[in-house]
C-alpha cells in the first residue's frame, strides 16, 4: 500500500461545498463497491479513510488527486447474502457508537450508519468558522437514520447504492449552483466596472 495522507490531516477548512460532496460521494461509492461483494466493512470511520494529496500522487503514480481510500478491514466479514437480503449478525468491538447500543445488528445498515457519521464528523471539520449547508447535514441524517431497533433486515437507513445516487445528486446540484453563482460574479463584474 502506497503512503497517503490521513483523512483527518486534510486542511478541511479549504474544502468548497463540491469537494465535501465529492469526497461523500467517493467513500459511498466505495461502500458500494464492497456491498456489492458481498463485504461489509463494520468499522468505517474518518480514521480508516485516507486522501491522495499532490506529494502522495507525485511518489506513488498509481494513486489518483483527490481520491479517499478506505483501509483497515481487520473487522470486515464476507457475507453469503447481499444487501437486503442478510439478516443481522453479531457486530465487532466498535469505536463508533452502535444505535441504540445494538449488538446484534444488519451489518450492511451499520455501514451505512458509519457513513453516515462520517459524514456528519467531516461537515463538523469543513464548517467549522462557517454555516453548514442545510442539504448537507440532512445528507449525513438521513444517512444515519432513526434507528427503531430492527433485528433482522434493516430499512430505517439506505443502502450505500442510494446513497451514492443522492450524492451524484447533489453533486451535480452543487457543481451547477456554483457556475450560476460565478455568472452572475461575471455579469455583476462587467455592469459595476468603471466607464
Not at 112 to 136: D, S
Amino acid at each position: 500500500m502506497p503512503c497517503v495522507g490521513h483523512y483527518t490531516k486534510q486542511l478541511f477548512s479549504r474544502w468548497t461545498t463540491s469537494q465535501v460532496v465529492d469526497r461523500f460521494r467517493q467513500i459511498a461509492e466505495g461502500l458500494e463497491f464492497l456491498h456489492d461483494r458481498r463485504i461489509v466493512h463494520l468499522d468505517l470511520r474518518l480514521s480508516n479513510l485516507l486522501l491522495a494529496r499532490h506529494e502522495d500522487v507525485e511518489y506513488h503514480k498509481e494513486l489518483e488527486l483527490g481520491k479517499v481510500y478506505i483501509v483497515d478491514f481487520s473487522e470486515s466479514q464476507l457475507l453469503h447474502l447481499g444487501p437486503a437480503q442478510q439478516p443481522a449478525i453479531d457486530l465487532p468491538q466498535s469505536i463508533i457508537p452502535k444505535p441504540l447500543e445494538m449488538q446484534h445488528f444488519d451489518p450492511y445498515s451499520f455501514d451505512v450508519y458509519c457513513l453516515g457519521i462520517v459524514l456528519e464528523n467531516t461537515l463538523k471539520f469543513v464548517y467549522k468558522q462557517r454555516p453548514t449547508p442545510w442539504l448537507l447535514q440532512r445528507c449525513a441524517q438521513w444517512l444515519i437514520g432513526n434507528e427503531r431497533g430492527c433485528t433482522g433486515v434493516c430499512r430505517c437507513r439506505p443502502t450505500a447504492r442510494r446513497a451514492r445516487q443522492v450524492l451524484v445528486v447533489l453533486q451535480w446540484a452543487f457543481r451547477g449552483l456554483t457556475l450560476v453563482e460565478s455568472m452572475l460574479l461575471s455579469i455583476r463584474s462587467v455592469f459595476s466596472a468603471p466607464c
